[in-house]
């Protein structure tokens, strides 16, 4: 018998395509569909271009500890905005993006907090690499403070 006559034992598909459309394709799947409501980052609260940031760093305040830089600025017009800043000093790409991931996670917790007319720019230092959620968060949280972006 030839080895093209053989039944195979199982088989296995590599990435199938998944063609579904309408809402009935994300039925069953809630948990998988994209984040909706107050938890997302919306573009228009990210601080996208250069001139943006610039204007943070000039006319700001600045709020300094041993693992971020903070920077405030009053914004004319409504909305908060938020950037940040992680250059490769701070580590490798995996390590980038987890303090990013983290910056952003806490950006979302606590936005409703923050004033509205305020931009937000977070420099990591080489010193967030380390860090857990938690502390990153407790870090973020104490700068924000001190720099009075927070009401109440």
């Known amino acids: 018998m030839a080895a093209s006559e053989l039944p195979p034992l199982c088989t296995l598909e590599l990435n199938p395509p998944i063609r579904v459309a309408g809402k009935a394709a994300l039925e069953g799947m809630e948990e998988y569909a994209s984040v909706q409501g107050q ?24 709020s300094v500890g041993p693992e971020f830089v903070c920077y405030f600025a009053k914004r004319e017009g409504p909305g908060r905005k938020f950037g940040m800043a992680v250059s490769r000093k701070v580590g490798n790409a995996v390590t980038r993006n987890r ?19 305020v931009s937000i720019v977070v420099v990591a230092r080489p010193a967030a690499s380390s860090l857990s959620f938690v502390s990153c968060q407790e870090s973020v949280q104490r700068l924000f403070r001190k720099g009075g972006a927070l009401r109440g």
Request: no cysteine; charged share 50%.
């Open 39 to 62: 938890e997302t980052f919306p573009r228009r609260e990210r601080l996208t271009r250069p001139g943006e940031y610039r204007a943070v760093f000039e006319h700001g305040r600045k």
């Open 99 to 117: 303090v990013k991931r983290y910056l952003r996670e806490i950006y979302r917790r606590h936005r409703a907090d923050l004033w509205e007319d």
